[in-house]
């Protein structure tokens, strides 16, 4: 008990016993949080107060918006902006329809919603792709991210490339770098699979003013000046690697 200056009372408990010596009931269900989930999953297996619709190609995947929400922020955004539902339903009374486009497949999609319900992901290898791109898309940061570091822990010469091409890859600064240093300690190899060959090629043309001058510029600072070159024109014109406009370098020799 704690007196206050105006010499009320105010009653704090300093334990459960506590409480319970007052006449107060505390009871936890140590249970209620997996029961809930998997009454939860069970009722969407079966359709059972469903209020959402998710459309991949042709493939219907039924589900609670409430859940979903809960673990994408994209989907909570395009759940609340939807203005010709009213309390979950059309007007005609069907629950609504939301198409996803963009790099979501169905697979990728199929896991991530058991994940919502269940909190867990189970992915064969040649899936982890789908998932993580469509959990990218859906703004699901904590499967972007263990994905991410299942991809890094599996790179390999063949498969290096085609990450590091992934889709908002950027974002993640520490995949980022894990990635781009696999590729520089195996460059050898991983050069030669098709995913780099098959990457976009920049005819550069350099001019030198003079023999001498050609003989004063290194290989190393011309690749940095071409690669300064191409990051000012993405940057400034917005062009993409295959849409570069014709131009000349000239090398910077002092």
């Known amino acids: 008990i704690k007196m206050t200056r105006k010499h009320g009372y105010n009653i704090t408990y300093d334990s459960d016993d506590a409480m319970e010596s007052l006449g107060y009931l505390k009871f936890t269900d140590e249970s209620m949080k997996s029961n809930f989930l998997q009454s939860l999953s069970t009722m969407r297996r079966h359709r059972l107060f469903c209020d959402v619709i998710l459309l991949v190609g042709n493939t219907e995947i039924h589900a609670h918006r409430n859940v979903l929400a ?123 699979q098709p995913a780099f060959l098959q990457l976009p090629c920049v005819l550069i043309e350099v001019l030198y003013q003079t023999k001498q001058e050609m003989t004063l510029v290194t290989e190393a600072s011309l690749c940095r000046l071409v690669l300064d070159w191409i990051r000012r024109q993405m940057m400034e014109q917005g062009s993409s690697v295959t849409t570069l406009s014709p131009s000349s370098i000239t090398p910077n020799t002092s």
Not at 128 to 135: E, G, H, N
Not at 162 to 186: C, M, W
Request: hydrophobic fraction near 40%; charged fraction near 25%; proline fraction near 4%.
């Open 70 to 192: 809960c673990v994408s922020p994209h989907l909570m955004e395009l759940f609340s902006s939807d203005v010709d539902t009213v309390n979950g339903a059309t007007a005609d009374g069907k629950a609504p329809c939301y198409r996803l486009n963009g790099h979501i497949t169905l697979t990728g999609l199929r896991f991530l919603v058991e994940y919502a319900y269940t909190g867990s992901l189970e992915v064969p290898g040649d899936m982890i792709r789908d998932v993580y791109l469509a959990a990218w898309q859906l703004k699901i940061d904590t499967v972007v991210k263990e994905c991410a570091r299942h991809m890094v822990s599996d790179l390999e010469p063949e498969t290096c490339i085609e990450t590091r091409s992934l889709p908002g890859i950027n974002r993640n600064k520490h995949f980022v770098q894990d990635v781009d240093a696999y590729i520089a300690k195996n460059f050898a190899e991983a050069s030669q």
